[in-house]
C-alpha cells in the first residue's frame, strides 16, 4: 500500500497554510526588481519579490510603471515563478489599470496580488470580484493567490471576515499606516523597535491579524524593520515577530535585510531532525499512534511537526535526502 502523504492524512476538511517563503522583498523600480531577481537566483526561491505598483509608481506614470513590473515578471530572470505585484488601493482611480495590466500581461507567472488600504472586507471582496473577472475575460486559467495588507481601522475590525474569504493567502500587517491612522494618538517611536511590540494598540492589532490568518489557513506576514544596516537588530525585529506574535512571513525593503530574517524564521535545526523522525514513523504507522524518545505522538503532534518541516524547507534549510524524497519529490 502506498504511503499516505500528511496533507492527506492530517488536515482533512481544513483550509491548510500554503507553501510560501518567510519573506515577501519589496521593490519599487527597475533597478530595484532587476537586483533583487539576481539574489533570488544566486539564493533560490526563499524569499518572494513584490513589484510595488502602488508607492513605487511616480504619478502620471502608473500604466508604464505597471508595464515595467509585469514584464519583470515574465522575464527570464525570474526563474523560479516568485515574483508578485502590489497595485494601488481602492480609492486610487488607477486600480482597476493596474489589475488589467497585470493579468493581460502577466497573469500567467505572477505568484500574486496584494490589495493595500481596504477599509473593510467589502473593499476586498470588490478589488476580488474584479481580479477573477479580469482573469476570466484574459482566459489566464488560474486564480492569482490574494495578499491584504491591514493597516486601517475597518480593515482590522474585519480581518476575520478578509481572512475567511477564497482567494486569501496572507494577511500582512502595514504598521506604519496603521500608527498614523491614530492620528498621533499612538506615538511615532511604535512604527520601530522595541516600541512597535510594546505599545498596546500596535500589539493587539499584530496579534488580531495573526489569529485571525491562522485560523483560516492564511500566512500573516509581519511589517518591515526599518533598520537596514544592523544585522543583529533585523535579526531581532524577525524573531520577535515569530516566536512571540506567530508571524510566519516578513517583508524586506533592503538586500541587507533578507539574511537575518531568514535565519530568524527558520526553526531550530534540533527541532527539525526530531520532526523528520517522527513524522517517517507515523507515516510507517500509517498516521497512528507512535512513542518517540518515551513520549506518545499522534496527529495532533503531527501537525506541528509537518508544518515546522514544511517551514523549515520554505526557509532553505537542507533536509536529507531520504525525508526530501519522502514528503516533497512531488
Not at 483550509?15 to 532587476?34: C, F, Q, W
Not at 531581532?236 to 510566519?248: H, I, N, P, S, T
Not at 530568524?264 to 514513523?281: N, Q, T
Request: aromatic share 8%; charged share 25%; proline share 5%.
Amino acid at each position: 500500500m502506498t504511503a499516505m502523504h500528511p496533507d492527506q492524512v492530517l488536515f482533512q476538511g481544513e483550509r491548510t497554510l500554503p507553501d510560501m517563503p518567510a519573506i515577501d522583498h519589496y521593490a519599487g523600480s527597475e533597478k530595484l526588481i532587476t537586483k533583487a531577481l539576481s539574489i533570488q537566483q544566486d539564493m533560490g526561491p526563499v524569499f518572494d519579490i513584490t513589484c510595488d505598483c502602488e508607492d513605487g509608481a511616480k504619478a502620471g506614470q502608473e500604466t508604464e510603471h505597471a508595464h515595467m513590473a509585469a514584464t519583470m515578471v515574465m522575464s527570464e530572470a525570474n526563474q523560479f515563478g516568485r515574483v508578485g505585484a502590489r497595485i494601488h488601493d481602492i480609492t486610487h482611480p488607477h486600480w482597476r489599470r493596474d489589475v488589467d495590466i497585470l493579468v493581460e500581461d502577466a497573469g500567467q507567472r505572477l505568484a500574486f496580488i496584494t490589495f493595500p488600504k481596504p477599509r473593510s472586507v467589502d473593499d476586498v471582496r470588490e478589488q476580488l470580484a474584479y481580479l477573477r473577472m479580469q482573469e476570466a475575460a484574459n482566459h489566464t486559467g488560474i486564480a492569482l493567490p490574494v495578499h491584504v495588507l491591514i493597516e486601517t481601522h475597518g480593515a482590522l475590525r474585519d480581518a476575520w471576515h478578509i481572512a475567511a474569504l477564497d482567494g486569501v493567502e496572507s494577511l500582512d500587517f502595514g504598521l506604519m499606516d496603521f500608527v498614523s491612522a491614530h492620528h498621533g494618538a499612538i506615538p511615532g517611536e511604535a512604527m520601530r523597535s522595541p516600541a512597535q511590540f510594546e505599545h498596546p494598540l500596535v500589539a493587539r492589532a499584530k496579534c488580531e491579524i495573526a489569529a485571525a490568518a491562522l485560523a483560516h489557513g492564511v500566512v500573516p506576514s509581519h511589517n518591515v524593520t526599518t533598520e537596514i544596516k544592523d544585522v543583529e537588530f533585523i535579526r531581532k525585529d524577525a524573531e520577535r515577530a515569530r516566536r512571540e506574535f506567530g508571524y510566519l512571513r516578513m517583508w524586506s525593503i533592503h538586500p541587507n535585510q533578507i539574511t537575518p530574517i531568514l535565519e530568524a524564521m527558520r526553526p531550530d535545526f534540533s527541532e527539525v531532525e526530531s520532526a523528520i523522525v517522527i513524522l517517517e514513523a507515523a507515516q510507517d504507522a500509517n498516521w497512528g499512534p507512535i512513542q518517540h524518545a518515551g513520549k506518545l505522538h499522534d496527529r495532533a503532534s503531527y501537525r506541528y511537526y509537518w508544518t515546522l518541516l514544511k517551514r523549515a524547507r520554505a526557509t532553505g534549510q537542507r533536509l536529507p535526502a531520504d525525508a526530501e524524497q519522502r514528503f516533497f519529490s512531488n
